[in-house]
């Protein structure tokens, strides 16, 4: 009874802390294309600079291409200001 007390105690500690949020990008590079794994198959390699540059690399592969996520994120975050509509 003695374990099946403290194995329940230190469930529910685990559940209210819970676990903590990553912070790490998923993507690497500043190109505005990235190459893209497949599900759970590693981070993005975000170093090709036109669609047609990553296409060549990932050609053959698991891989695929997408518009890199860096701008959306800045934008997000505030890093960049967008076009005004106040005229």
Known sequence: MRIVTIG???????AVGGPLPAHA?????KGS???????GGGS???????QQQCLASVSGGSRTCSPSPAAEWDR????????????
């Open 8 to 14: 329940l105690v230190t469930l529910m500690i685990a």
């Open 25 to 29: 990008q998923y993507w690497q590079g």
């Open 33 to 39: 294309w990235c190459s893209v794994p497949p599900v």
């Open 44 to 50: 993005w390699s975000c170093s090709y600079y036109s």
């Open 76 to 87: 997000r975050e505030g890093k960049t200001k967008g076009k005004s509509s106040n005229r």
